[in-house]
């Protein structure tokens, strides 16, 4: 009932708004960048790991069309084998961050008196350390790896997702239709899975795309200072840091490259949120 109205609401939305192409091309960068992440193995004209001593900082030439690194690896084959690397880590911590938060945020907002509080206090604990900061302290810590900064990253990207699912639970919480719904004996369960979650999911998808760009960037930044993954794995991050040297001998490539991938795929995760909080949520964003 609710997710047919929820359904015709949309529609209705969408009927009167033009396309926005802007963000269907958003949406296809990053479908791109998926695909590559998923093929990138079989779509590498080279071993991305395989060292040619006679061709170090080589340019672009037909066998390696956007040149080689200081150790004679074809930067196109690692760029392309690097988009697995690079967008699976921020893919489980935003899978990881948004599960956990939007069953918190109902649990908060279902419940409420004592558990709404507590969950609040713990969020409002998390969200007073800089997420990157505590990525970095965790892999300091326990070593180099992507382990630690994916677990850590998790947890710190819970206080915003769960505030704003659980603000949107509590008024979905206050509508007739769950009082009526709770009158007829319906379960809990029931009522959040055919209810409430394909009401919320719109703002759940608008805010996890949102938030897989950023969760790149700490990912990237991390595998920068040497942290995240490590040598020869073909990670962005780790390719700017192994660039950067090269970058005041005027061989820019390797560090160039990687990030403008890092950058189109972050600038495209905020357009395609903005476009979606528009489309989905009716918002001016």
Not at 73 to 88: C, K, N, V
Not at 207 to 222: K, M, S
Not at 254 to 278: D, K, P
Request: hydrophobic content about 55%.
């Amino acid at each position: 009932m609710t997710t047919a109205l929820f359904a015709r609401t949309a529609t209705e939305r969408r009927a009167g708004r033009p396309r926005d192409h802007l963000t269907l091309g958003a949406g296809c960068v990053v479908a791109l960048f998926v695909l590559l992440a998923v093929l990138g193995p079989l779509l590498a004209p080279h071993d991305p790991n395989a060292v040619d001593p006679l061709n170090v900082n080589a340019g672009p030439s037909a066998t390696h069309l956007l040149g080689t690194d200081d150790t004679g690896r074809d930067l196109l084959s690692r760029l392309i084998a690097g988009a697995r690397a690079s967008l699976a880590a921020p893919a489980v911590i935003i899978a990881v961050s948004t599960t956990l938060g939007t069953l918190l945020a109902l649990a908060a907002a279902w419940f409420g008196g004592r558990l709404d509080r507590l969950v609040s206090s713990v969020l409002d604990i998390v969200f007073g350390f800089p997420g990157l900061i505590m990525a970095v302290l965790v892999a300091a810590v326990f070593g180099a790896g992507l382990t630690a900064p994916i677990v850590a990253l998790s947890i710190a990207y819970l206080p915003l997702l769960t505030r704003v699912v659980r603000s949107a639970a509590i008024k979905e919480r206050n509508l007739p239709y769950v009082s009526a719904l709770l009158l007829l004996g319906a379960p809990t369960a029931r009522i959040w899975l055919r209810h409430l979650l394909p009401n919320l999911l719109p703002l759940v998808l608008v805010q996890a795309t949102i938030g897989f760009g950023y969760a790149l960037l700490d990912v990237a930044a991390i595998s920068f200072l040497g942290l995240g993954s490590q040598p020869p794995d073909p990670e962005w991050g780790l390719m700017v840091s192994n660039g950067a040297p090269s970058i005041l001998a005027g061989q820019p490539q390797q560090a160039l490259y990687a990030g403008i991938a890092i950058l189109i795929v972050v600038v495209a995760c905020n357009l395609l949120g903005t476009g979606l909080s528009r489309r989905l949520l009716g918002e001016d964003a």
